[in-house]
Structures are given as structure tokens and as C-alpha cells.
């Protein structure tokens, strides 16, 4: 199961939830869409947008007190219903963890987290942050588990 939503907190008596959207795809919150909490399936019958947050209504919750009992829960998607993805694009998920190494082979360390950044995401690898981006990213292979970047001087502490 892959992660898109967290449950913030309720809207309204009528069993809204207030959702921090955690996707990258806000159709996911689409009225008919599928949406698990836990072992639920659920459909979304309602959504709305209020600034960063999406205010959904899933059938089956249609009073406050059920849907205050989600509050903390998190929104899930079957990982067969992600979108797929283009050549050079990736899931953040399917790459935290692998190894990063520069372009002779020297290990720098595992993925530790993709970081949004305005003008492109960067990398970090320990304290390394390496721009996510053609310059740097040499090759992301999912298979081999690695991930090669190309260095410019300075970048490491040496």
C-alpha cells in the first residue's frame, strides 16, 4: 500500500475528514476514487480543496464522530493503482535506500531522503546534497539498488 493522505482532523457534523495530501497526483481524492484506511476500502463521494488541504467525504462516513476516529489515520492507495511514471521520472519511495556512489565508484552512502526544493529536488546522502537533475544524476539504476552522481569539486568534505 502506498501512503497519499494524512487525516488532519474533521469538517463540518456530516463525517468530512481534512486531509495533508502526501501525493504528488491530487486526482487520488477525486470523487469515485479508491482510498483505503486500514484494512477499509472506502470511495470518495465528496472533495473539495481549501488552500494546501483537501477536504474529502468517503461513503460510509456520514457523522463526526466516525470520522474523528480517523484523525491520525493515513489515506492509502493499492501500489498496482500508482500511476506510471515516464523514462526519467521516479517514485521518492522506490528510491530511499539505494546506494549513491560517484562516477568512479566510490560509495558515498544510501539514499536518505529527496528534498523538495524550489528550483529542483536535491538528494541527500549523509551531509551531501546533490541536485536532482541530468547534470548530477548520471544514471538511477532501481535494479543493481544504485545510484550514480557526478561531483563537483567542493561537494565533499574531504
Same mark, same amino acid.
Given at each position: 500500500? *502506498?501512503?497519499?493522505?494524512?487525516?488532519?482532523?474533521?469538517? @463540518?457534523?456530516?463525517g468530512w475528514l481534512k486531509v495533508e495530501p502526501l501525493t504528488d497526483f491530487p486526482e487520488r481524492f477525486?470523487? @469515485?476514487?479508491?482510498?483505503?484506511?486500514?484494512?477499509?476500502?472506502?470511495? *470518495?463521494?465528496?472533495?473539495?480543496? !481549501?488552500?494546501?488541504? *483537501?477536504r =474529502?467525504?468517503?461513503?460510509? =462516513?456520514? !457523522? =463526526?464522530?466516525q470520522a474523528e476516529a480517523l484523525r491520525g489515520r493515513y489515506l492509502e492507495i493499492e501500489e498496482s493503482a500508482r500511476p506510471r511514471l515516464g523514462e526519467r521520472e521516479f517514485?521518492?519511495?522506490d528510491l530511499l535506500g539505494l546506494?549513491?556512489?560517484?562516477e568512479s565508484g566510490k560509495e558515498l552512502g544510501?539514499?536518505?531522503?529527496v528534498i523538495d526544493s524550489p528550483a529542483h529536488d536535491l538528494l541527500q546522502v549523509g551531509d551531501i546534497l546533490i541536485p536532482f537533475v541530468g547534470e548530477f544524476v548520471r544514471e538511477v539504476d532501481r535494479q543493481a539498488g544504485r545510484i550514480t552522481v557526478r561531483l563537483l569539486p567542493g561537494m565533499l568534505e574531504d
Amino acid at each position: 500500500m *502506498v501512503q497519499i493522505g494524512l487525516v488532519v482532523g474533521t469538517f @463540518g457534523l456530516d463525517g468530512w475528514l481534512k486531509v495533508e495530501p502526501l501525493t504528488d497526483f491530487p486526482e487520488r481524492f477525486d470523487p @469515485g476514487s479508491r482510498i483505503w484506511l486500514g484494512e477499509s476500502e472506502y470511495r *470518495v463521494q465528496a472533495s473539495r480543496w !481549501h488552500r494546501s488541504q *483537501v477536504r =474529502i467525504n468517503l461513503r460510509g =462516513i456520514d !457523522h =463526526i464522530d466516525q470520522a474523528e476516529a480517523l484523525r491520525g489515520r493515513y489515506l492509502e492507495i493499492e501500489e498496482s493503482a500508482r500511476p506510471r511514471l515516464g523514462e526519467r521520472e521516479f517514485y521518492v519511495t522506490d528510491l530511499l535506500g539505494l546506494l549513491v556512489l560517484d562516477e568512479s565508484g566510490k560509495e558515498l552512502g544510501p539514499l536518505e531522503a529527496v528534498i523538495d526544493s524550489p528550483a529542483h529536488d536535491l538528494l541527500q546522502v549523509g551531509d551531501i546534497l546533490i541536485p536532482f537533475v541530468g547534470e548530477f544524476v548520471r544514471e538511477v539504476d532501481r535494479q543493481a539498488g544504485r545510484i550514480t552522481v557526478r561531483l563537483l569539486p567542493g561537494m565533499l568534505e574531504d
